[in-house]
């Protein structure tokens, strides 16, 4: 539960949500190899028929660790990291860093003296909902990538990557739409879609990228973003954002649409 603090805080709303989600990040980097284990233990299914007395492939979180370690190799314990990074960016963010606000609403601004218990658990309640409705597509996304190892030798993998997933996923719910088939205007919706969820999250990353690069002046990564923070507020890691979504919103829709039109020119082949 997020403690309370008594009185305003001395920590911009800015301040306490990039703090909030840089540490459900550098939380979600240490323990996602716990979290694969979870997810490939809750999508295993029990064996039925001529398979009923065979031995499940996981067993235990220790074991299925190391089953996937010793398989697919270490890295795949980190699969879904960057939409798990995504997630924690929006859901650590928006539940801790908007905590404060919905409380002193719920409160008022004249309240003095301790806030009640029922506010506070109403607060945390509209905060951890927010959260959870805004970051539940990177969400599935991590699930999907960490799922990916689960398919048989030879079987090809669905997603090449996060941004292809998104962009997967995304067309895929806009075929199930009524008036939407699979054509060129479902891949360029689902194009622009993916690109611009990407720019919404990675713009923050591309600013202090772009600064690094172009100015000595900062020490390291972390330096540059509490200098731009400070300097020149939370609006400033979206510079540049309607050129930076124009840029990788166009690269997503024309990689996408030459994607979709050059596998099936090779399916037409190998089917002719």
């Known amino acids: 539960m997020v403690a309370d603090q008594k ?21 979600e980097i240490c323990t996602i190899p716990l979290d694969t284990a979870k997810v490939r233990l809750q999508l295993q299914k029990k064996a039925v028929g001529a398979d009923a007395a065979a031995l499940p492939k996981y067993r235990g979180l220790l074991g299925t660790v190391g089953t996937i370690a010793r398989e697919e190799g270490l890295a795949a314990l980190w699969k879904g990291v960057i939409p798990g990074l995504h997630r924690q960016c929006l859901f650590g963010g928006l539940r801790i860093g908007m905590y404060e606000p919905v409380k002193n609403f719920y409160v008022g601004k004249d309240h003095v003296g301790d806030v009640p218990l029922t506010k506070k658990i109403l607060a945390a309640l509209t905060t951890g909902a927010l959260g959870i409705t805004v970051a539940n597509p990177t969400d599935l996304v991590k699930v999907r990538l960490q799922a990916e190892g689960r398919l048989p030798p030879g079987v090809p993998r669905r997603y090449s990557g996060a941004l292809n997933a998104y962009s997967t996923i995304a067309r895929k719910t806009l075929l199930k739409i009524p008036g939407f088939t699979d054509n060129v205007v479902t891949h360029l919706f689902a194009g622009l879609g993916a690109g611009f969820f990407a720019v919404c999250i990675g713009s923050p990353v591309d600013v202090v990228k772009s600064r690094m690069m172009g100015d000595s002046a900062y020490k390291s990564t972390l330096d540059c973003f509490i200098k731009t923070l400070k300097n020149d507020g939370p609006l400033a890691f979206y510079k540049g954002f309607i050129p930076n979504f124009g840029r990788l919103g166009s690269w997503n829709v024309i990689m996408f649409l030459t994607l979709e039109q050059a596998k099936k020119f090779v399916r037409n082949l190998e089917s002719s």
């Not at 009185?7 to 939380?27: H, I, L, P, Q």
């Open 7 to 27: 009185g305003k805080s001395d920590v911009s709303f800015a301040g306490t949500f990039a703090s909030s989600a840089f540490a459900a990040c550098f939380a």
